[in-house]
Nanobody
């Protein structure tokens, strides 16, 4: 049974940083894609960052490019999302996902496995 568990969320002031972690069990990240997504209240889920774990290639949404960094630790079967210069608009539930099907990697609809999410709240 595949389980993805996120951690690291919390409340910070604008300009602050957080690092989210996503640990997988029953699933190996290597040679696959792992993604971070977010959903703010009243909005749809959106792609934030994706990493292709085989070669480390990364993809970012325009809204987080230059502020967020996705990284992997295959030995720990963990993917991280380092979030810097946080803004109130970054407030959302953040989810990690694995095993995408065909399509654009930042599209939430193509992903098979999801974690339960971790809340990030950024105050002004």
């Amino acid at each position: 049974q595949v389980q993805l568990v996120e951690s690291g969320g919390g409340s910070v002031q604008a300009g602050g940083s957080l690092r989210l972690s996503c640990v997988a069990s029953g699933y190996t990240y290597s040679k696959d894609y792992v993604g971070w997504f977010r959903q703010a209240p009243g909005k749809g889920r959106e792609g934030v960052a994706v990493i292709r774990t085989g070669d480390g290639n990364t993809y970012y949404s325009d809204s987080v490019k230059g502020r967020f960094t996705i990284a992997q630790d295959n030995a720990k079967n963990t993917v991280y999302l380092q979030m810097n210069t946080l803004k109130p608009d970054d407030t959302a539930m953040y989810y990690c996902a694995a095993d995408p099907r065909g399509g654009w990697v930042l599209s939430p609809s193509i992903w098979k496995y999801w974690g339960q999410g971790t809340q990030v709240t950024v105050s002004s």
